[in-house]
């Protein structure tokens, strides 16, 4: 392993980027904190939208939840559609992807024969979600294998499609891989698995606010379903989710607690599942409008997207492992895995010790994977990360492999 003061230089950050605009957001500056994949973090500005919201449904509980909130959430759900190019009469508010996919699959049913399958990237709560309803219909369940290295999206296109299962009825594909970070070419899937008839949903968990998405497009191509995460990317608070269908299943779809309105329109069964917190939704159009004003979505992703390219090449030189995916970047977003020392294997218990280590003695927050019996590391980048977060990473992790 080498030092990182042999690498390449960092890139510039652009102006409002980096360390000036930290104070936008609550984050401890102790921290290095590289891990806004896995819940996103919320700007002060949003969470202070978030509380305006949550006194006035607390001056006037029954006004705003029982008799105003559809015509207010209305307000919400085309602003996001409008993000996304999502069909509003067949899209609604979730509290997160796993509970879109629960309630689109629990809603279909399968026979004795078919196969469920999805690949070995998929998020594990998709993976029990897919293994119960197999087990509730009789039908089978498998992962295609998509070991690393990856190459190229053709590789990817490629594997997905010579492994498939002849019997395949439904797909559940990432859009970007949560473990990985790789990005799937799900519209080139989409078209060359439409022919053969298997239903294909798209797990774009991380996509909103690191890719340019169009829902629309996607269930043209014969998607029965689209889900992501506007808490990840997008400065939603926490519990900030889209499902659209295709708008020949939307009669059949319905969320995983059915109440008072499972014979209404699609947006409204979805979003009166019982009593609940509502703001998160409320407020996804000033968080949309927050990464607009604030960056400009279009030179956010793009900002986001060249420093973790660069982290990506830092710590695959430091650590002096092989890349999993090429180190263009051509094949990541905002998010980047990368393969760990092997060593730290015979000085660590397990993954989370690890993860534990770097957290106590480094302060950074970063997530360690035990994945295809291999340790890796995944590593976000957005507005507020500077380079130095991921060289402090690239030391720790070589100073703990000793």
């Avoid at 819940?39 to 305006?52: D, H, I, K, T, W």
């Avoid at 069909?87 to 509290?95: K, L, N, R, T, Y």
């Amino acid at each position: 392993m080498t030092s990182s003061a042999d690498f390449i230089p960092a890139p510039i950050r652009p102006p409002l980027f980096g360390s000036e605009c930290r104070p936008l957001w609550l984050l401890d500056p102790e921290i290095h904190f590289l891990n806004h994949g896995s819940f996103g973090a919320v700007p002060r500005s949003v969470l202070e939208v978030q509380n305006r919201w949550r006194e006035r449904i607390e001056h006037r509980p029954v006004e705003l939840i029982d008799r105003r909130m559809p015509e207010l959430l209305e307000l919400s759900l085309d602003s996001a559609m409008d993000f996304v190019n999502g069909i509003p009469h067949s899209s609604g508010f979730v509290v997160n992807a796993t509970s879109a996919i629960n309630a689109v699959v629990r809603s279909l049913n399968y026979a004795p024969g078919d196969t469920i399958a999805t690949t070995s990237h998929v998020y594990n709560a998709v993976r029990k979600t897919l293994q119960w309803v197999a087990r509730r219909d009789g039908a089978l369940y498998e992962e295609i294998s998509l070991p690393l290295p990856v190459t190229s999206s053709e590789d990817l296109l490629d594997r997905v499609l010579e492994s498939i299962p002849r019997n395949t009825r439904l797909l559940v594909i990432d859009q970007v891989s949560s473990p990985t970070g790789l990005i799937f070419p799900i519209e080139s899937i989409l078209e060359q698995l439409r022919p053969r008839g298997v239903q294909v949903m798209i797990d774009g968990a991380h996509a909103p606010g690191m890719l340019d998405v169009d829902v629309r497009r996607y269930l043209d191509l014969g998607a029965i379903a689209w889900t992501g995460n506007l808490h990840k990317w997008c400065f939603a608070p926490k519990g900030c989710a889209l499902l659209g269908v295709h708008p020949d299943l939307a009669s059949r779809i319905q969320p995983t607690t059915i109440s008072h309105h499972a014979e209404d329109l699609f947006a409204r069964r979805f979003q009166w599942q019982g009593t609940a917190d509502f703001t998160p939704w409320l407020s996804v159009p000033d968080a949309l409008a927050f990464g607009e004003a604030t960056f400009g979505w279009d030179a956010l992703t793009d900002a986001n997207h060249r420093l973790v390219t660069w982290a990506h090449q830092l710590l695959c030189h430091c650590w002096a492992v092989d890349p999993v995916s090429p180190l263009d970047g051509s094949m990541i977003g905002s998010i980047a895995t990368v393969r760990l020392p092997g060593r730290l294997r015979e000085r660590f218990e397990n993954a989370a010790s690890l993860q534990a280590a770097l957290y106590d003695h480094s302060r950074i927050e970063v997530p360690v994977m035990d994945w295809s019996e291999q340790w890796f590391i995944r590593v976000s980048a957005q507005a507020y990360n500077t380079p130095e977060d991921y060289r402090a990473l690239a030391e720790a992790v070589s100073t703990l492999a000793g």
